[in-house]
């Protein structure tokens, strides 16, 4: 199993429209969470964090559900800039910041 | 403020070369890290560092080196290189005592192997 599992997608969707992104993760004693993005051939940048509460961030909401070990991304209005691969991403904190990258999500907002 | 910086952006290598990929931070980041990412596919770490003097292998690390001898270089070394090295190489840094695991990732280096 993988460590962090994530639907390749692409999720094709119109401007305006919510979609939601989940990712499932093996390890149980991950400490802490992330959604990154990806543009094409550029670098992952930092998203957001995710916490256990749920968590805001303008028309993007991230939660975690530690007993089922799934951290969930909605984009709400998805704008024609929000086109990118999202990565989840678990820090497995095992003596050291051990992040482990999901193979990301892929979305493609059309007009 | 640069943040982490990768050179070169762009290598085509033949079968058998070596080369190193150059990674500076200036953030004063105890943690780098080596990533690779083939087509479609995640990032795999390659090695890491907790801070200068002190490397480990991750899940990928075979055909490559690195040293950490201050705690802004992290160079990733190839000795033989194989087509199965064509990929694109992220540095990555991050700090302890930063929101426990955010990285800051360099523009990356896409290498092929020829």
């Known amino acids: 199993r993988k460590e962090v599992e994530q639907d390749p997608g692409p999720f094709n969707v119109p401007e305006g429209a919510t979609v939601a992104f989940n990712c499932t993760y093996s390890n149980s004693a991950s400490q802490s969470f992330f959604w990154y993005r990806q543009d094409c051939r550029k670098e992952p940048k930092l998203l957001m964090s995710v916490y256990s509460s749920g968590n805001e961030d303008g028309r993007f909401t991230a939660q975690l559900n530690r007993a089922s070990q799934y951290i969930s991304l909605l984009i709400r209005d998805s704008k024609l800039s929000d086109s990118a691969t999202y990565l989840c991403v678990v820090n497995e904190r095992t003596g050291f910041q051990k992040l482990v990258f999901g193979t990301g999500t892929r979305l493609l907002v059309s007009p | 403020n640069a943040g982490v910086t990768q050179t070169p952006k762009f290598r085509i290598l033949k079968i058998g070369q070596s080369m190193t990929l150059q990674c500076t931070q200036d953030m004063n980041h105890n943690y780098m890290y080596w990533y690779r990412q083939d087509p479609g596919m995640g990032l795999k770490l390659i090695y890491y560092?907790?801070?200068?003097?002190?490397?480990d292998k991750g899940e990928v690390p075979n055909g490559y080196n690195v040293s950490r001898s201050t705690t802004e270089d992290f160079p990733l070394r190839l000795e033989l290189a194989a087509p199965s090295q064509t990929s694109v190489y992220f540095c990555a840094s991050s700090s302890p005592g930063d929101s426990v695991g955010r990285a800051f990732f360099g523009q990356g280096t896409r290498l092929t192997v020829v």
């Open positions: 560092s907790v801070g200068a003097g002190i490397t």
